[in-house]
C-alpha cells in the first residue's frame, strides 16, 4: 500500500503552489475585504492551469486524469487553500470540482456538454443546493417539489444558506438541486438535477455572513421552475443516493481546504514563535508552545493520511467497485469531516493566541481562517454530529441512527 504522489502529482502540486503564493496569496485581504470579489485574473490563471477540469473528462473540456480525479482535486483545493485562508476561492473551486465530478459520472449527456465545458473554462459556476429553511441535515423532509409538464419539470418551493448565488447569477451556471417528485416516497420519491439560476421563476436573496466575504451566499426560491429532464441526474426518484455519493466528494474537497488552511496557520506560527523572544528567550522554547503546535502538527498530518487515503479510495471504487463497499468510503470520508473543520479552528485559534495581540488584528491572515472555517464547524456538508452518526452506522449497524 502506497500512499504516496505519483511523481506527475507531485510536480501537478508544486506548479499550483507556485501559481497559488505568486497570484493568490497577495490578495487574499482584498478577496475577503471585497464583498463577492474573486478577481477575474485568478480565476483565468487557474483555467490556464486546468484546476477546473481536474475531475472533467477530457471530452467534454476537462484536464481530468481518469481513476485519479479525486486525489487531483484534493491537491487542488489544498494548494488554493493554504494561500487564501478566508475560504472564499478554496470554497468556490471545491464546489466547481466536486459537483463537475458527479455531474460527469451521471449526468445526461446533453447536460454535460452544455455544462462541464463551460465549468471548465471558468466561465460558469456549479454549486450544491439542498438545504431548506426548514432544516439542514433532514434532507429526507425537504419541501421543494417538482411535477411533470409537458416534457419537463416544474419546481416550487424554497432553499436556504446556498453558496456561490451572486457568482452564478453574474457568471452563469446553476446548482445542481433536490427535490422531491414523489412525495408520499419521503426520501425514496426525491430527484437531483441541475437547475440553471438564470431559469425563469428563479428569486434569490443574499446574507451576511461572519467570513468567506469573496463568496457569496444566499438563498434561492423556485416559483414554477421549468427544467428539461434531461437535466436530471440519475433516474427520477434516486436523487437522494446520487446526493449522498455526491457529499462524499464535497466532503474530501472541504476536508483538504481545511487541512490547507491548517498548514499554513501552523507554519506562520511556527515562523512567529522561532523569531518572537520573550524575557530574552523565543516564544518556540516554552514548551506551552511548542508541545501544542507538536501536537497541532501530529493531528494534521494524520488527518492529512486519513485524506489522501479516501480521495484514494474513492477513485478507486470507480475502476472497481469491489475494491469497497459503500460503507468503507462513507465511515472513511466521514472521519475526515468529523475532524477536519474543528481541527483547523483549533489551530487557528491556537496560532492567533501565540501571537498575542497581533493574532487579534488583521495584520495576519490567521482571523480571516477562523472566520472562513467556521461555515464547515457549523455544518456546511454535514456537522460534525452527523459525521458521528454516519461513522456509527457504519461501525455499529443501523440501530445506531437515532431517527428511524
Known sequence: MDFRLTPQQELFKRTVREFAEK??????????????GIPEEIIQGMVDLGLFGVTIPEE?????????????AMITVHEIARAELSM?????????????YLLARHGNEETKRQV???VAKGEWFLGICTTEPSGGSDLANIKTTATKKDGKYVINGEKIFISGVTEAKKRGGGHLTLFKTQPELG??????????????GVTTTLFDDMGRMGLSTGGIAYKNVEIPTDYVLGEENKGFYLLMEGFNAARILVCAACAGGAERALEITAEYTKNRNLFGTPLAKFEGISFEIADDWAKLEMLKNQLTKSAWMIDQWYQDQSSFTRKDINAAVAVCKLTAPLLCLDIAKHAM??????GYSKETPLEMLMRGVMSYVVGAEGGANIMRIIIAREFIG??????K
Open 23 to 36: 497570484n493568490i496569496a497577495p490578495r487574499a485581504r482584498e478577496i475577503d475585504q471585497k464583498a463577492q
Open 60 to 72: 467534454y473540456g476537462g484536464t481530468a486524469n481518469p481513476g485519479e480525479e479525486m486525489v487531483y
Open 88 to 100: 472564499s476561492l478554496p470554497v468556490y473551486t471545491l464546489l466547481c470540482l466536486g459537483w463537475s
Open 116 to 118: 462541464l465545458p463551460r
Open 187 to 200: 426520501h425514496r420519491g426525491e430527484t437531483f438535477a441541475y437547475v440553471p439560476l438564470n431559469a425563469p
Open 353 to 358: 493566541m501565540h501571537h498575542g495581540g497581533l
Open 398 to 403: 443501523d440501530v445506531a441512527i437515532p431517527y
